[in-house]
């Protein structure tokens, strides 16, 4: 589908293309090879959890670790496919389709396709979201790729001006998201993660989920139950 | 390290990450998605990825935790500033927020 080609290609996967340049620089760092680093990011498919086995390896722990810490920061995708799915609506439906389906999320696509679902007819939207999927994770592989040879040298500032735009990125986006409850979860987590990642650090986000989330939540239901009334 | 153990480092991470994938796959079979589980499921999902995303920017591990706090809001500010001056165009709110960091850092850094 060509919006879904063009929503890819207009930002994302540029920004995708020089955050994973980042990680194929690190994983040269702790030893993995090229085509390591390339699976990595095609199977893992989850920065932070990529990043977590790329650390843990230059320090030298063992196996089992490594996985359980890259499998802890990667466990949002438990909730993100939860909210996911009924959001395409008429997507496959067996549960080795969805499986798929679920293996090409990514913050990304989660954040964009709930901006852009709305706009989209309910028959396109798992074929937009496919397309929008496949396109980011090619940019990302690329991505891996060059930073992993070090294709380009870029100056320092310029540097921290492109790590920067990842996470403006997903703010911009998830600004748009309708409905209180959600709006709420989002500024309680903001609140819930510098004290969980004080107190926990590896478990924070899954902290910062559960308590921001439930108390927004309840809110939520607080606000509509106060409205009827 | 070896090269086995590294192709069992990445084999085992995508796996260890497939498992959460395919456990909200299984959950969401199971529930109704106009029920209260439901609702709050994705009010866990909003709060992790803003969550998330606040790390990034306030508190990061990547090089960004070697510019100052100060440079950091302000080009968020901008970037917002610029998304809502040009209509909610993402790309003039990330290039107005990337470019200014850039400036600001070669200015002040």
Known sequence: MRKAMLDALSLPAFILLFTMMGFGSLARGAGFGADMAAIATLFIWGLPGQLAMVELTTTGQGIVAIIFACSLANARFLPM???????????RSSLLGRSLDAQLLSINSWAMCLREFPNIDTRFRHRYYITFASCILMAA???????????????????????FVSPLFFA?????VPGCAQRLSMVLGCATIPVANLLFP???????????GSLGFAAGKFWKTFDAS | MQAETLWLIVLGCGAATFFW?????????????NGAIFQWIT????AMVAGLIFRMVIMPESELAGVSLVIRIAAVVIAFAA???FRRRLVAGVLAGGVSLSAMVLWFG
Do not use: N
């Not at chain 1, 911009?172 to 748009?176: C, I, Q």
């Not at chain 1, 590896?202 to 921001?212: E, F, K, N, Q």
């Open chain 1, 81 to 91: 496919v939860v909210s996911f799915v009924p959001a395409m609506s008429r997507g």
């Open chain 1, 141 to 163: 592989v690329m991505g891996t790729l060059f930073g992993y040879h070090g294709a380009v040298l870029l100056p320092a500032a310029v540097v921290l001006g492109l790590i």
């Open chain 1, 172 to 176: 911009l986006v998830l600004a748009a």
């Open chain 1, 202 to 212: 590896s478990i924070d986000l899954l902290i910062t989920g559960l308590v921001g």
């Open chain 2, 21 to 33: 994938r395919f456990l909200g796959v299984v959950v969401v079979r199971r529930i109704d998605a």
């Open chain 2, 43 to 46: 009010c866990v999902s909003y």
């Open chain 2, 83 to 85: 998304y809502f001056l």
